[in-house]
C-alpha cells in the first residue's frame, strides 16, 4: 500500500461518514480543520477506517493520534 | 494548610530554595517530601493511606502487565486484571468520597432491616482523604495508559507516588496525564523565568481568589442565607453573580497551583481558557476545567463509543431512523453516559442534576435545533462573525452555565426554588422589584460601594486579560513585551490590591476553595 | 554573563521596591492611636540614654524625665504605653539593649501585680507593631506572650508579624492625615514619654495597708519576672523595681512583697515609694487625679524623690553642658512652660472640689427642703432617695414624690440614683435596693455604693443609720464622700426636714 492509495481510500471513508464530499485530507489536517468531526464522529471515522481497511486499531492510538498523518502512519504499519 | 494561606507561602519558598541547592538527582524526592509535609497540615495525616493504597494497586497491577507481556507476548490476556485494579480503586471513592450517593439509601435500607443503624461515629471514621476526586482518576488514567501500552510502567513506587500525591495539584487538580508528569523525574536546571513567572501567576490567582471571588462571596452567601426573603431581582442577582464566582475562584485557584508549580519547573495542563469567550455549550466545555472534560473523552467516551455493543446499537439506529437520526440517538446515549460519570464524580445530587442531566439536556437539543438555527441565520443573513453574534453567544453560554450551576451553588430543591422564581420575575405581572437595585438595598447584603466598585474593577481587569490571553496565548506574554517600568507597575499595583482588598487574616475562616472538595 | 548580571540586578530592585511598598503600606495602615505607640516609636530615635523607665501609665503620669535633666542632667526617657503587660517588659529592654546600652532601667511592677490571664492583646500591639521587621525582639515577644497567657481563640501569629494582616481590612485609616504622615506624627516625643493630664480627684492616704504577708503572683506573671531577671543578670544590667505612690491596698502590697523576695534574689534593688510618703512630701488631698495616678504636683515631688535616691545609688552622669545635649535644655524651658498652665488649671480644679467642704458645712445647717434642694441641684452631687419604712399617701411612687418639689429623674443637674421602693411600708427586706457608681466622670474613676435595709455602703464605709422615712442622702461627687443626709417628713403636705 502507497500513501496515496491510503488517501484515497482515508478521503472515501470521511466523506461517507461525515457526509460531506468536499473533504480532502493532508498529513497536518486536524479534527479541528474538517467540520463536524468532533469526539463522537472521531470514533465513527475511526470504525469507518478499521472496516476499510480491515484491522482493528488498539485504543491507545485513537487516543493518542494527532493529526490525519498520524493515522496513515498507523494504517501503513498495521497493514504490514 | 489552605493555599492562599500565609503559612503555604512560606512553605513553598523554603521548599523552591531547597529544591533548588539540593542536587538535581533528588529533585522529585524534595518534591516527594514536600506533598508529604504538605498532606500532614492539609488534611488529616492519616489518611494518606488512602493515597497509599491506590498507588500500590496501580503499581502491581501495571508491573503484572508489563511482565505478562513480555513473557506471552502481545496478546496476553491482561483486561481483567486492570479492570479489577480500576474497580478496586472507584470502589474505594465510591464508598469513601461518593457517600452521598449511597449513604441516604444505606441508611434507610438498615432503618428499614431493623439493621444496626448506621450512626454519626462510622459517618466520621469515613473521612476521605485530601483531593481524592482528583488522583483517583489520575492514577485510573496512568492505569488504563498502561494497559494501553502508552505508558511504560513505572518502576519505583516512590516515584509512582509522587505522582499521586504531588502538592500543587492535589487538592484541586489539574487531573495530569501521566505523560505530562514524567518531567517530575526529571533534573530542573534554575532558571530565573519560571520563578518570575510563576511567581507573578501566583499573585494573580491571589487577586482573582481572595479580592474577586470571595468578595462576590459576600453577596452570594448572604442571598443564600435567605431564600424567602432574597426574591425576584434578587434571584436573578445570585443566578448570574455565581458563575463569576466560581470562574474566578477556580481559575484562580488554577492559577496559584500552575504558579506553584511552575516555580519548581513543572508545567501543569490548563484548566481553563476563557470559558465565557465560548460560542456554544460545547466549545465551553473545552473551555472549562479542561481536564476534566479529556479525562472524561479519552478514558470514558471514546472506550464506551468503540465499544462492540455501542457500535451494534449504531449499526442498529443508522438502520432504523436513517443516518442522521440514528447518529443523534448513539450520541444522546453517549453523552448521556459521559456526562453521568462527570456529574457523579462531583460526588452529589446536586451536580447531578446541575452538571449532568442539565448540560446533557443543552447540548441534545443543541443537536438538535443546529441546523433549524442555521437556517435561521442564513435566511436573516445575520453577520456571525461580528462581534455583536460572539457577544450573544457568548451571553447565551453564561446563562445556560448559570442556570446549572444554580443546582452547584444551593442544591437541588433550593435551586428549583430559585430557579421559578428568577421565571416568575419575567412572567408573573408585579413580580419584579426593579427597584433593589436603586434604593440601595444592596448594601444590606454584607459589602459596601467601595466593594461594589472594587468586584466591577477586578472584573473588568479579568476580562482585559481574557483578551489579551485569547490574542497572546498568555496575557504575561503580552506584559513581558512591555518596558519594565510597565511591568513593575503592574505586578505591584496587584500586590496592593491583594494586600489592601484582599479578604484575608484574622476573622476570615481560612478561604476554602469551592472545588477542594472533589 | 552580562544577561546574567542585569536580571539579578532588576531582581534584587524589584525586590527592593516590593519590600518598600509593603513597608509603606503596613505604616499607613497602623492605627495611630495617640501617645502610646508614640512612646514606643519615637523610643528608636532617641540618642543614647542613662535611664529608661519601663512601665505602664503608672510611668508615664510619674516620671518627668525633662524635670530629671533639669536637677541632675540625666537622659531619660519613659518607655511606656498605656495598661502596658508584664510579659512585654523583658523584650523592651531587649530591644533597648540592641541599640544602646543606658546606665540604669527602671522598672515599673504594676503589671506584674495587674497580670492578666489572657493577656491583652491590643496593648501587646502597641509594642510589636512598632518595631521594625529587623528587630529579634519584636518576634521573641510575640512567641513569649503568647506561651505566658491562655487565650481562648487560636492565635494567629501572622498577623503579628506582619500587622498588616490584621489592620489591612480598615479602609477608615486612610481618611486620617496622621495616618498618611506617619512618620511625622509618630517621631515626637517632645516630653520624652512624659504625658499632661488635665484632673484631680481628692483622696485620703490609704490605712491599713501595709502588711508582711506575702502571696503569689497569678499565673505567669511570676515566670515572666524571673527570666526578666534572669536576662538582666546575665547582662549584668542595672535594675531598678519600684512602686509608685497611689491609693495601695493591701492584697497589692502582699504581691508587691513576693516580688521584692523575687527581685532580691537575683541581686536587684527594690523600692515601694509608698512607704515614703512624708519623705516625698506626697497628699493624697491636692497630688492625685485619680487612686492610681498622680497629677503633675504629685509628679514633680515623685520625680524629686525618686530622681535623688538614683543618683545616690547608682553611677548615672552628668550630662548637662556637653555637646549634644542641648536640645534636653530647650525642651526643658518648654516643658516648664506647659507646666505652668497645667498646674493653674489643675489648682482651678481642686479649688473648686475643695470647696464642697464649705458647701457641705453650709448644706448641714440648711432647714428648708426647698432651699436645701436648690443647693443641691448641681453637677457636684448625687442624690441618693430611697424609703425607709414609710409608706406614701394614695400608693404615690417615689418619683411622684419627690416631683412634689421639682426633683425628676431627669432633673438637670440631679442624679437620682433612686428608682424602685418598697410599697408595703412595714416590708423589711434584706435585699439590696440600690447599688451603682457615683463620681467625675468616667465610672472607672467612681466609687461604688449600695443601699439596703440594713446598708448605706458608699466606697466600702458603711454610713447606715437606723431612721425610718424619706431618706436623701447628697454624696459630693468630687470628694467621693457624703455631704449631707436628710430625712424628709411626708406626713403633711407641706414636707419638712427632719435630722
Given amino acids: ?80 | 494548610m489552605s493555599i492562599t494561606s500565609f503559612y503555604f507561602l512560606v512553605f513553598i519558598t523554603i521548599g523552591v530554595a531547597f529544591y533548588y541547592v539540593l542536587p538535581k538527582k533528588i529533585q522529585w524526592v524534595v518534591l516527594l517530601l514536600l506533598s508529604l509535609v504538605f498532606y500532614y497540615f492539609a488534611a488529616v495525616p492519616y489518611t494518606i493511606g488512602y493515597l497509599a493504597a491506590s498507588t500500590l494497586i496501580a503499581y502491581f497491577s501495571t508491573l503484572w502487565m508489563k511482565r505478562k507481556r513480555e513473557k506471552q507476548n502481545q496478546d496476553a490476556k491482561v483486561l481483567p486484571v486492570t479492570m479489577i485494579a480500576l474497580l478496586i480503586n472507584i470502589a474505594i471513592w465510591f464508598v469513601v468520597k461518593g457517600r452521598d450517593l449511597w449513604f441516604p439509601f444505606a441508611s434507610g435500607f438498615m432503618a428499614r432491616h431493623d439493621v444496626l443503624q448506621i450512626d454519626a461515629e462510622i459517618n466520621l471514621r469515613m473521612i476521605a482523604s485530601l483531593g481524592m476526586g482528583y488522583y483517583t482518576l489520575q492514577i485510573m488514567g496512568y492505569i488504563i495508559d498502561c494497559y494501553w501500552q502508552n505508558a511504560v510502567p513505572q518502576k519505583n513506587p516512590l516515584k509512582l507516588f509522587l505522582f499521586v500525591s504531588y502538592f500543587p495539584q492535589l487538592t484541586t487538580g489539574p487531573i495530569s496525564r501521566y505523560a505530562q508528569l514524567e518531567t517530575l523525574y526529571e533534573r530542573h536546571k534554575f532558571e530565573y523565568q519560571n520563578i518570575s513567572f510563576g511567581a507573578q501567576r501566583i499573585l494573580w490567582g491571589f487577586t482573582k481568589k481572595i479580592v474577586l471571588a470571595e468578595r462576590i462571596g459576600i453577596i452570594v452567601s448572604a442571598l443564600n442565607s435567605d431564600m424567602s426573603t432574597y426574591t425576584g431581582f434578587y434571584s436573578w442577582i445570585a443566578i448570574l453573580l455565581y458563575p463569576l464566582q466560581m470562574y474566578a475562584d477556580f481559575s484562580g485557584c488554577m492559577d496559584i497551583v500552575l504558579g506553584v508549580s511552575e516555580l519548581f519547573g513543572i508545567r501543569l495542563a490548563e484548566n481553563f481558557h476563557n470559558p465565557f469567550f465560548a460560542r456554544t455549550s460545547q466549545e465551553f466545555w473545552q473551555r472549562w476545567h479542561i481536564t476534566l472534560g479529556t479525562w472524561a473523552k479519552d478514558y470514558v467516551l471514546y472506550p464506551l463509543l468503540k465499544s462492540k455493543r455501542m457500535i451494534r446499537f449504531g449499526k442498529f439506529t443508522r438502520k432504523k431512523f436513517g443516518k442522521k437520526a440514528g447518529k443523534f440517538l448513539v450520541n444522546m446515549a453517549g453523552m448521556f453516559i459521559l456526562w453521568m460519570v462527570m456529574g457523579i464524580w462531583h460526588g452529589g445530587l446536586r451536580y447531578i442534576a446541575g452538571v449532568s442531566l442539565w448540560y446533557w439536556v443543552i447540548l441534545m437539543l443543541g443537536d438538535l435545533f443546529a441546523p433549524v438555527f442555521l437556517k435561521i441565520t442564513n435566511k436573516l443573513e445575520m453577520k456571525t462573525d461580528s462581534f455583536a453574534w460572539h457577544f450573544f453567544q457568548s451571553g447565551r453560554t453564561y446563562l445556560i452555565y448559570a442556570v446549572g450551576a444554580t443546582f452547584f451553588s444551593v442544591g437541588v430543591t433550593d435551586g428549583i426554588y430559585r430557579l421559578k422564581d428568577a421565571l416568575k420575575v419575567l412572567c408573573v405581572k408585579n413580580y419584579a422589584n426593579p427597584w433593589i437595585f436603586f434604593d440601595q438595598s444592596i448594601l444590606n447584603l454584607g459589602v459596601t460601594w467601595g466593594d461594589i466598585n472594587l468586584i466591577i474593577f477586578v472584573s473588568v481587569i479579568v476580562l482585559l486579560v481574557a483578551i489579551l490571553r485569547e490574542k497572546h496565548g498568555y496575557a504575561r506574554i503580552w506584559v513581558q513585551q512591555q518596558c519594565f517600568i510597565f511591568r513593575w507597575m503592574i505586578w505591584i499595583s496587584l500586590f496592593i490590591i491583594v494586600l489592601i482588598w484582599g479578604k484575608y487574616g484574622p476573622g476570615y475562616d481560612a478561604s476554602i476553595f469551592i472545588y477542594e472538595g472533589f | 554573563m552580562r544577561k546574567n548580571v542585569k536580571t539579578i540586578i532588576s531582581a534584587i530592585a524589584f525586590c527592593v521596591i516590593f519590600a518598600s511598598v509593603f513597608q509603606y503600606i503596613t505604616n499607613v495602615y497602623r492605627p495611630s492611636s495617640g501617645y502610646d505607640r508614640t512612646h514606643i516609636i519615637a523610643f528608636d530615635e532617641q540618642q543614647d540614654l542613662d535611664v529608661v523607665y519601663i512601665g505602664g501609665s503608672a510611668c508615664f503620669v510619674f516620671w518627668q524625665p525633662l524635670r530629671a535633666w533639669n536637677e541632675w542632667g540625666i537622659a531619660s526617657y519613659n518607655y511606656a504605653t498605656n495598661g502596658l503587660e508584664g510579659a512585654n517588659i523583658e523584650y523592651m529592654i531587649r530591644h533597648s539593649e540592641s541599640a544602646m546600652h543606658p546606665d540604669l532601667y527602671i522598672v515599673g511592677v504594676r503589671p506584674y501585680q495587674l497580670w492578666s490571664e489572657s493577656g491583652n492583646t491590643g496593648t501587646l500591639r502597641y509594642v510589636t507593631d512598632s518595631w521594625s521587621l529587623l528587630s529579634p525582639a519584636r518576634y521573641q515577644l510575640i512567641n513569649s506572650f503568647f506561651k505566658k497567657h491562655n487565650s481562648t481563640e487560636k492565635v494567629d501569629y501572622p498577623s503579628y508579624i506582619f500587622n498588616i494582616i490584621n489592620y489591612h481590612d480598615n479602609g477608615d485609616v486612610l481618611k486620617n492625615p496622621a495616618n498618611w504622615h506617619y512618620k511625622e506624627a509618630h517621631e515626637k516625643a517632645p516630653n520624652k514619654g512624659w504625658e499632661w493630664v488635665e484632673a484631680y480627684q481628692y483622696l485620703q492616704a490609704p490605712k491599713g495597708w501595709n502588711t508582711t504577708e506575702r502571696t503569689a503572683l497569678i499565673n505567669g506573671a511570676e515566670a515572666a519576672l524571673r527570666e526578666l531577671c534572669e536576662y538582666c543578670s546575665s547582662e549584668n544590667l542595672n535594675v531598678l523595681f519600684v512602686v509608685c505612690p497611689y491609693y495601695i491596698e493591701q492584697e497589692h502590697q502582699k504581691m508587691y512583697n513576693t516580688i521584692d523576695d523575687i527581685v532580691s534574689e537575683y541581686g536587684f534593688d527594690f523600692l515601694n515609694t509608698n512607704e515614703y510618703y512624708d519623705e516625698i512630701g506626697i497628699d493624697f488631698n491636692t497630688d492625685f487625679y485619680n487612686r492610681r495616678h498622680v497629677n503633675c504636683f504629685g509628679a514633680e515631688k515623685y520625680t524629686k524623690f525618686l530622681g535623688q535616691y538614683i543618683t545616690e545609688h547608682y553611677n548615672l552622669r552628668d550630662h548637662r553642658g556637653e555637646k549634644g545635649y542641648e536640645s534636653w535644655g530647650e525642651d526643658y524651658r518648654r516643658f516648664c512652660s506647659e507646666e505652668e498652665s497645667y498646674k493653674q488649671s489643675i489648682k482651678k480644679i481642686m479649688e473648686n472640689d475643695l470647696q464642697g467642704f464649705e458647701l457641705a458645712e453650709k448644706l448641714k445647717k440648711d432647714k428648708d427642703i426647698s432651699s436645701w434642694y436648690l443647693n443641691t441641684k448641681s453637677n457636684r452631687y448625687t442624690l441618693l432617695i430611697y424609703n425607709n419604712g414609710v409608706s406614701f399617701e394614695n400608693d404615690a411612687d417615689l418619683e411622684m414624690v419627690c416631683s412634689k418639689w421639682g426633683i425628676t429623674a431627669n432633673s438637670y443637674g440631679c442624679n437620682i440614683v433612686s428608682d424602685e421602693v418598697i410599697k408595703e411600708a412595714n416590708v423589711i427586706s434584706e435585699e439590696l435596693l440600690m447599688e451603682g457608681v457615683i463620681g467625675k466622670d468616667s465610672p472607672a474613676n467612681g466609687v461604688a455604693y449600695s443601699i439596703s435595709n440594713e446598708h448605706l455602703m458608699i466606697d466600702g464605709m458603711d454610713y447606715y443609720e437606723n431612721v425610718e422615712g424619706l431618706i436623701i442622702v447628697a454624696v459630693d461627687n468630687n470628694l467621693q464622700m457624703i455631704a449631707d443626709r436628710i430625712i424628709v417628713d411626708t406626713s403633711s403636705d407641706n414636707y419638712v426636714i427632719k435630722r
Fill in chain 1, 1 to 80: 500500500m502507497t500513501k496515496e492509495e491510503v488517501y484515497k481510500r482515508l478521503n472515501e471513508v470521511f466523506r461517507e461518514v461525515l457526509d460531506d464530499d468536499s473533504i480532502e485530507l493532508h498529513d497536518e489536517t486536524v479534527a479541528d480543520d474538517v467540520d463536524g468531526w468532533d469526539s463522537f464522529e472521531h470514533i465513527n471515522l475511526i470504525v469507518g477506517v478499521e472496516e476499510e481497511f480491515g484491522f482493528k486499531i488498539p485504543m491507545g492510538k485513537v487516543v493518542t493520534m494527532k493529526n490525519v498523518g498520524e493515522m496513515v502512519d498507523i494504517i501503513l504499519e498495521m497493514g504490514k
